[in-house]
Every structure is written in C-alpha cells, then in structure tokens.
C-alpha cells in the first residue's frame, strides 16, 4: 500500500515548455486533488476531481489542465509553462469530501 | 487576506521543553479545523481533526484545542523531540473538501 505517489519529484522547464505531472492513489480514493504551495503561504487548490471522469476548477486553476481517466490516476498539465508556476506541487486524495485528505511527496518545479 | 492566520510564524525550542502554536481563523461557515504535520520535503500529514462541538483532541504528544466562539485553536506539543522539527499547518474546512490552509509555524527542536 503506497498511498499516493508523485511522479517526477523535481523537474526544471524553460518557460513555454510542456508538461504532466502524475498522481497515483491506491487506496480506492474517489476524491483528488492538485495544490501549489509558495512561500509564506498556505497550500492552495489548483484543481479536483469528485471521481473517474470528471474536474473542476479550485482556486488558481489558470494555466493548468487537468484529467482524470482513471480511478486511481490525476494528471497535471503544463501547456506553457510561465515563471509564475515555479513551486512545489502536491496531490492529495480523500474517500469522502469531508474524509481525511492524504497527501503525495510533492513534485518540486523550477521554470526559468 | 488569508482566512486562516497563524502565529508564531517560527519557533525554535530545547528538545524535552512543550510549546504551543496558535491559529485564528474567519472561516465561515465551519465545518471542521484540522492540523497537519509537514516534515521538509515531504507532505502534509493529519494530526488531529476537530468538529465545532470537540474542544480538544490529542494524538499522543500533540494535543489541539478549539473554540469556536472565538476562532481560535491551538496545537500544544509536549516534550519536544528533535524529531518534532517540522512546520505544523491550521487547515479549516468550511463544508467539504474546499480546505483553508494556513501558512504554517516552522518549530526547530534543538539538542
């Protein structure tokens, strides 16, 4: 049982590059979630998704795209990567919307 | 202006000595309130998680306390151990999984 995991755990793009950053849940999870968290600043939404097939937009969703194929699985996209989004990204999952949400690593992102 | 509020910004305590983190938060409405440990490098993970009706909660050495009337919590440690050394985040959830996060308290626990 590995929880979630994120994969890459660091990347360094030059701005206008793309991206995707992967989720994986194991736990049976119907709820995910994208963050960014900044400096001096608490952890925000950038998007989620209630179950398999479907997203919506948190917080700060501009300039990022998200899918959710399958159960366990939740991309992040980057289609022009812009210095504003260097910042650590962390996935998240819960069973419920009120359950406990159980955090990835984080994936450490540098855009130059 | 961030909803939820917390102070110290970072602390730095002798292992074996107790400290204690507060949070002041404008949530409204509230649902529960919600403090995670963050190792460095690593992600959030859940210590304690309290309804409006708990004032208090504990999860071994860590203790929480929460009035709602105020809006307040506080996360108290006892004796601190080095590896308690992490930022300890306030997170307050209105109605279901759209969460608030606090910016944090770094605590450095020193031999």
């Known amino acids: 049982n590995a929880g979630v995991t994120q994969t890459p755990k660091f990347r360094v793009l030059k701005t206008g590059q793309s991206m995707t950053l992967l989720c994986a849940q194991d736990?049976?999870?119907?709820?995910m979630y994208w963050y960014r968290q900044d400096p001096g600043m608490g952890l925000r939404l950038i998007h989620y998704s209630v179950g398999e097939g479907t997203t919506a937009k948190g917080e700060v969703p501009d300039g990022y795209n998200v899918s959710r194929l399958k159960k366990q699985n939740f991309l992040l996209g980057l289609e022009s990567a812009a210095p504003s989004q260097t910042s650590v990204y962390f996935c998240?999952?819960?069973?419920?919307?009120?359950?406990?949400?159980?955090f990835g690593p984080g994936t450490r992102l540098t855009v130059t | 202006k961030n909803q939820v509020e917390q102070s110290p910004q970072s602390l730095i305590i002798l292992e074996g000595k107790n400290c204690t983190l507060q949070c002041n938060y404008t949530v409204s409405p509230f649902s529960n309130l919600r403090w995670y440990k963050q190792d460095t490098g690593r992600g959030p993970v859940s210590l304690t998680i309290?309804?409006?009706?708990?004032n208090t909660k504990s999860n071994g050495r860590y203790t929480a306390t929460l009035d709602a009337d105020t809006k307040q919590s506080s996360l108290h440690i006892t004796a601190s151990q080095l590896s308690d050394s992490a930022s300890y985040i306030c997170v307050v959830s209105p109605n279901d999984y759209k969460l608030s996060f606090g910016a944090g308290t770094t605590v450095t626990v020193r031999a």
């Open positions: 998240a999952s819960s069973y419920t919307s009120v359950s406990e949400q159980y």
């Open positions: 736990m049976n999870h119907e709820y």
């Open positions: 309290m309804t409006f009706s708990e």
